[in-house]
T-cell receptor, first 114, second 108 residues
Framework: DAGVTQSPTHLIKTRGQQVTLRCSPKSGHDTVSWYQQALGQGPQFIFQYYEEEERQRGNFPDRFSGHQFPNYSSELNVNALLLGDSALYLC?????????????FGSGTQLSVL | GQNIDQPTEMTATEGAIVQINCTYQTSGFNGLFWYQQHAGEAPTFLSYNVLDGLEEKGRFSSFLSRSKGYSYLLLKELQMKDSASYLCAVKDFNKFYFGSGTKLNVKP
């Protein structure tokens, strides 16, 4: 049973560039959430996708956008990169919305903006 | 706003017991979760509480008091591999709010 997979593992970009991160959820999961984790901090909620729609969004600017495909995989896009966007980006999958289901995390994409 | 507090760092000895506290103030509550995160790795689920009281899973136990906005994670018979960050998270409908994590150092 494949867990949550993310690609790429590491990425180096320069300020102003755009980046796309990818995530495949755990088998059987239909909900994908994205989190940003700065060094020494806990994960911060970016947004959640369910049924190919953005269901909820955290306090992140519109430069952060996403997409969910019919097979439940998801992409996170960040435009006009800033130095402060350097962080570990975590994808987490779960089943359904609400309730008490737990998150399963991928290993993350380490983004460095120079 | 959402506020989740936990100690930044703790040190304990192999074989001992350690308690990591978490206090929270959130607008909604659908459960309190604990995750373990080793350096450079993804968080992995440890336990969760939705009702007041103690939940035990092997060497790990978690306690919740909703009226006090308080939880703790208890780790018994500490092992060197338990050296990691421990994240407290509150679920509010579809969102998880995480604390900054408690870095636990286990020494021989």
């Amino acid at each position: 049973d494949a867990g949550v997979t993310q690609s790429p593992t590491h990425l180096i970009k320069t300020r102003g560039q755009q980046v796309t991160l990818r995530c495949s959820p755990k088998s059987g999961h239909d909900t994908v959430s994205w989190y940003q984790q700065a060094l020494g901090q806990g994960p911060q909620f970016i947004f959640q996708y369910y049924e190919e729609e953005e269901r909820q969004r955290g306090n992140f600017p519109d430069r952060f956008s996403g997409h969910q495909f019919p097979n439940y995989s998801s992409e996170l896009n960040v435009n006009a990169l800033l130095l402060g966007d350097s962080a570990l980006y975590l994808c987490a999958s779960s089943l359904g919305t609400g309730g008490y289901e737990k998150l399963f995390f991928g290993s993350g994409t380490q983004l460095s903006v120079l | 706003g959402q506020n989740i507090d936990q100690p930044t760092e703790m040190t304990a000895t192999e074989g001992a017991i350690v308690q990591i506290n978490c206090t929270y103030q959130t607008s909604g509550f659908n459960g309190l979760f604990w995750y373990q995160q080793h350096a450079g790795e993804a968080p992995t689920f440890l336990s969760y509480n939705v009702l007041d009281g103690l939940e035990e899973k092997g060497r790990f136990s978690s306690f919740l008091s909703r009226s006090k906005g308080y939880s703790y994670l208890l780790l018994k018979e500490l092992q060197m591999k338990d050296s990691a960050s421990y994240l407290c998270a509150v679920k509010d409908f579809n969102k998880f709010y995480f604390g900054s994590g408690t870095k636990l150092n286990v020494k021989p």
